[in-house]
């Protein structure tokens, strides 16, 4: 039988939302959070809900079954197992060298203070018109942000001492047959971006992404990255053109947007093999393959 959990988070979520985060039954509680109980059958359903949250923008506080504690550790959540079976979702990001140089910028991991630098653009109409949120309120967007599940998945760009935009690095398991479950964990990745508009044009989301895709392959050693768009959001779709992805995916009117047009989706992908030798390591004179 599937242990059950609850899964409490900051705020009052709608209870339309738990036929899309496995069924869990969803209740508002006088302190102002919602919980989210049932049974999860293994860590890939547990993990499909916490992003399922994350992509609602619920502040996630905590995650609890019987043999397991969750804890804060370092900004970043994890599932402490009392009992035999270790279920702590991993922090891939925590096997990667931070900060990444670039020519031009520096990456690193998004810390809570973040909040303030990324909300200063994610407020502004022509960005928040493309993501899921736009924000409006700084100290609801100051809890979201500080979101161990967020901040896990966050990256921000510098350009010299300035915050520039904020990347995501998803990690997430590739769907697999069920016996084939265990060699598919953590093994594909979602890609995400936003640059602040007074710093665009001059290639800083290309050559931050660039960077990703190197973080992607060759640190985390993954097998494949997606990352989707709106088919209207030219930048980011032709972004993705430039930096190597592949369109892989067009989804006719998929997307509510906020205007209340049904919007098409863009997907695109890249894998490993893809993009090794293409991106990579590019020629130099005399080589040859
Ligand atoms: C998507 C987004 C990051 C793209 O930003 P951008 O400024 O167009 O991308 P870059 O920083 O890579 O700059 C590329 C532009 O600079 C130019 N450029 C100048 N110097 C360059 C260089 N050294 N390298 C590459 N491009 C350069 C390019 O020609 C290109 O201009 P063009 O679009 O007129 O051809 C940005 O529009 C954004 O944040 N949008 C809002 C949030 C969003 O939509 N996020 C994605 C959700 S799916």
Not at 59 to 82: A, F, I, M, Q
């Amino acid at each position: 039988m599937s242990p059950t959990y609850e899964v409490r988070v900051d705020g009052h979520l709608d209870a339309h939302w738990s036929a899309r985060l496995a069924g869990l039954v969803i209740r508002h509680h006088p302190d102002g959070t919602t919980t989210l109980t049932g049974p999860i059958a293994d860590q890939s359903q547990l993990h499909g809900v916490l992003n399922g949250l994350r992509d609602l923008a619920a502040p996630l506080l905590s995650v609890d079954s019987p043999g397991t504690r969750s804890v804060e550790s370092r900004g970043t959540l994890s599932v402490e197992s009392r009992g035999a079976a270790a279920t702590a979702p991993p922090d891939p990001l925590g096997r990667v060298a931070w900060p990444r140089a670039t020519d031009r910028l520096t990456i690193r991991r998004a810390v809570r203070a973040d909040a303030d630098a990324t909300f200063a653009f994610r407020r502004r109409e022509e960005v928040g018109r493309w993501l899921t949120e736009l924000p409006s309120d700084p100290a609801r967007y100051r809890r979201t942000f500080a979101d161990p599940q967020r901040l896990a998945t966050t990256l921000v760009i510098e350009h010299g001492d300035r915050v520039v935009g904020d990347l995501m690095l998803r990690v997430e398991d590739a769907w697999t047959q069920a016996e084939a479950a265990p060699h598919g964990r953590g093994l594909q990745a979602e890609l995400a971006w936003v640059l602040d508009p007074a710093h665009s044009g001059r290639g800083y989301a290309t050559e931050a992404v660039r960077e990703l895709l190197r973080v992607s392959f060759e640190d985390l050693r993954l097998h494949r990255v997606v990352a989707t768009c709106f088919a209207d959001n030219e930048p980011s779709w032709r972004l993705m053109d430039r930096v190597g992805l592949r369109r892989e995916l067009h989804a006719r009117a998929d997307a509510l947007h906020r205007t209340g047009r049904w919007l098409d989706t863009y997907g695109y992908a890249l894998t490993a093999p893809e993009w090794a030798p293409a991106i990579r390591t590019p020629l130099r004179r005399n080589e040859f393959r």
